[in-house]
């Protein structure tokens, strides 16, 4: 379900891609919008997100269990080992999910609400084990990330962040979550690494020679 | 609407060490390359690339077989070589280097190539956390449902690198590496300060690499064994086919016996017991009654049986067709002597005629036995009693019977090489001392 308004800052139209988005990037003049129940609210401006090589870009789409999928927004992250995307994806149905690429390691996740209690970032280091829906998840690695900046249509609003710790949790199999520590009680996310050849990916980016 | 991006194009830079120009072939992946004239490991993973090693080895130390830049084909994509490491592991005052290729493809992502000996891997990382736990009393680490043997712990070192890599990488690093066998891949886990990394191998010979990389020339023959080189396809599907032949040959066999058992005749068609004394005066040829001979041609079997003691007899006969005079000569000689402690030879003997058509059938005899006199120290007595049965459509068991021991030896025979090819893979692992390691790697 697309829907048009416009952008308060600049006027121009701004659609919307994603029917459950509450916030978007105006493509114009880089204001950040968020959704009201009336208009489109001007909370911020975009920063530019570094270059990087990821092969995936805004309205890449592809299809997940059978589910097609479209790249709606993104949230870019910086750390020391470089720099990883969160690519917000909205199925056909309505539905949230992400694809992160870190260097070309693909994961898709879901957000979780009925998570069990998260401890606070202090108290979770590698070896920290969860259990949730069947999965047995240990933590892998803890990262420090900074916040590179955002891009489109996101199912909640996010914007203008700093330092963020983020814990990556693994199973015995593909298995994959996410603590994300930038908000208070944390977010989880749960899924599970993908090739990057099951997700049928179309409109991706170019590389000269390739 | 987003604008649309431009085309990603490689990076150049500059050495800020020796001024030689580096090309960057892992778009912005790159955190480390090494500039190629002064080898000096760079960081260029911001516009103002910082020097982080400089190096004093020799510059020429390894050649990549694979150079840096080329491309090949793998799980049905290019890959192209961009980084270069060779790492060092020391077994016993011994040191062994390898060699691991970085292979990048700008969708698909990272692969590692490792070669060691004329052995390569295909090597990804895994996306997750194996576990551990044993297989036939030995470590192991599960992944995905797989049983992996522990093969070998050991302390690499990096000695030399080219290229560029995503990660940090110096000359000098050290990892605590275990590798994990399932032939034909290999689990192995390289843990860090902070880090512990898994990944998974597939063995590739030297011809599939050259093949996928369209290399010139022919790779470099492989030595020995390697950890997860599967055993050769012909030795592997030879020693299983020769199991499968054993089976439906075993099962052949089985049934032709168990019906030769319930099927054939074997029937009395003649029994009578005679006495013959060797000095006894006169023609000692005679004939027997006449027998019928039913059904198919089939075997007709003659058991002698007799009660010689420290002697011989010879038994001329002839089975002969009353009706057509068709006759089938043979002998036989019993003998049978014993001591104390000691016996040779047999008081009963059995000839069989194959294919005898039915028909009405005498039996010629004619007995002979050692004539000279009695001696009761070396010679038994010069007389003896024996019973001639005959017998028709006898199962013939015992030609079963050996070949039924004998069609599995070939099978054991191909085993046999597969575990001694079993037993050279492992006698490379940490577990080489132990014997009878030669475990089936099969499914």
């Known amino acids: 379900m697309k829907s048009q308004s416009s952008c308060p800052q600049c006027g121009a139209p701004v659609e919307f891609l994603f029917s459950n988005a509450v916030q978007t990037t105006c493509p114009y003049c880089s204001s950040i919008l968020v959704r009201t129940d009336l208009d489109l609210k001007r909370v911020g401006e975009m920063s530019d997100i570094a270059a990087d090589a990821s092969p995936i870009q805004m309205r890449t789409e592809g299809i997940y269990r059978n589910k097609a999928f479209q790249v709606v927004g993104r949230i870019a992250y910086v750390y020391e080992g470089g720099n990883w995307n969160e690519w917000h994806l909205g199925f056909q149905d309505g539905t949230s999910g992400w694809l992160s690429d870190a260097q070309l390691d693909y994961a898709i996740s879901f957000p979780v609400k009925d998570h069990p209690r998260i401890p606070p970032a202090s108290n979770v280091g590698r070896g920290w084990r969860m259990k949730i829906r069947d999965a047995e998840l240990t933590v892998t690695t803890i990262t420090k990330a900074r916040y590179g900046g955002v891009e489109g249509e996101l199912p909640f609003e996010y914007w203008d962040k700093t330092e963020m710790v983020f814990a990556d949790l693994r199973s015995a199999s593909r298995g994959f979550g996410t603590i994300d520590y930038s908000e208070d009680p944390p977010l989880f996310f749960l899924g599970e690494a993908v090739e990057f050849d099951e997700l049928k990916l179309r409109n991706l980016r170019e590389f000269e020679g390739w | 609407m987003t604008p649309a991006k431009p085309r990603i194009k490689p990076r150049a830079l500059e050495c800020p060490n020796c001024g030689s120009a580096v090309a960057l072939r892992g778009m912005m992946?790159?955190?480390?390359?090494?500039?190629?004239?002064?080898?000096?490991?760079?960081?260029?993973?911001?516009?103002?690339?910082?020097?982080?090693?400089?190096?004093?080895?020799?510059?020429?130390?390894?050649?990549?077989?694979?150079?840096?830049g080329s491309r090949g084909k793998l799980e049905g994509a290019q890959f192209e070589a961009i980084g270069f490491q060779v790492r060092r592991i020391v077994v016993?005052?011994?040191?062994?280097?390898?060699?691991?290729?970085?292979?990048?493809?700008?969708?698909?992502?990272?692969?590692?190539?490792?070669?060691?000996?004329?052995h390569w891997n295909i090597i990804r990382t895994v996306p997750g956390m194996p576990t551990f736990g044993n297989i036939d009393g030995r470590k192991a680490a599960l992944w995905q449902g797989e049983g992996f043997k522990h093969f070998q712990h050991a302390q690499a070192v990096t000695v030399f690198v080219l290229g560029e890599f995503p990660f940090q990488v110096r000359n000098g690093d050290q990892a605590t590496v275990d590798d994990y066998i399932a032939p034909p891949k290999v689990l192995s886990s390289e843990i860090i300060p902070g880090e512990i990394n898994w990944s998974i191998g597939e063995y590739k010979t030297g011809v599939e690499i050259w093949q996928a990389f369209q290399l010139p020339?022919?790779?470099?023959?492989?030595?020995?064994?390697?950890?997860?080189?599967?055993?050769?396809?012909?030795?592997?599907?030879?020693?299983?086919?020769?199991?499968?032949?054993?089976?439906?040959?075993?099962?052949?066999?089985?049934?032709?016996?168990?019906?030769?058992?319930?099927?054939?005749?074997?029937?009395?068609?003649?029994?009578?017991?005679?006495?013959?004394?060797a000095n006894a005066?006169?023609?000692?040829?005679?004939?027997?009654p006449v027998f019928e001979l039913k059904g198919r041609p089939t075997n007709v079997e003659i058991d002698l049986e007799t009660n010689l003691r420290q002697n011989w007899a010879y038994f001329s006969m002839a089975?002969?067709?009353?009706?057509?005079?068709?006759?089938?000569?043979?002998?036989?000689?019993?003998?049978?002597?014993?001591?104390?402690?000691?016996?040779?030879?047999?008081?009963?003997?059995s000839v069989r005629v194959p294919t005898v058509p039915a028909g009405r059938y005498y039996l010629r005899m004619e007995p002979e036995m050692d004539p000279k006199p009695v001696d009761t120290y070396t010679t038994g007595p010069r007389e003896m009693t024996y019973t001639v049965t005959i017998k028709r459509d006898v199962p013939a068991l015992w030609p079963i019977l050996l070949a039924m021991l004998l069609v599995p030896i070939p099978a054991l025979f191909r085993f046999g090489k597969k575990a001694s090819f079993e037993s050279l893979r492992w006698a490379e692992s940490d577990y080489g001392s132990a014997t009878g390691s030669g475990d089936d790697e099969d499914e």
């Open chain 2, 29 to 68: 992946h790159s955190l480390n390359a090494v500039c190629p004239n002064c080898m000096s490991v760079l960081d260029v993973q911001h516009e103002q690339v910082q020097i982080l090693q400089k190096y004093a080895g020799k510059t020429a130390y390894a050649t990549p077989l694979v150079p840096l």
């Open chain 2, 92 to 118: 016993d005052g011994t040191p062994y280097e390898w060699r691991e290729y970085l292979l990048f493809n700008p969708y698909k992502g990272f692969r590692y190539l490792s070669e060691y000996d004329g």
């Open chain 2, 319 to 349: 089975l002969i067709n009353e009706q057509t005079g068709q006759a089938w000569d043979f002998g036989r000689e019993v003998s049978y002597y014993s001591g104390s402690d000691w016996n040779e030879g047999s008081s009963s003997d």
């Open chain 2, 217 to 277: 020339g022919s790779p470099p023959a492989a030595q020995g064994v390697y950890a997860n080189q599967p055993a050769p396809p012909e030795l592997k599907s030879s020693a299983w086919s020769a199991l499968g032949a054993v089976v439906v040959l075993e099962a052949i066999l089985f049934v032709v016996l168990v019906g030769s058992m319930l099927f054939m005749g074997n029937e009395n068609v003649f029994k009578q017991s005679y006495y013959f004394r």
């Open chain 2, 281 to 288: 005066p006169g023609e000692q040829s005679f004939v027997t």
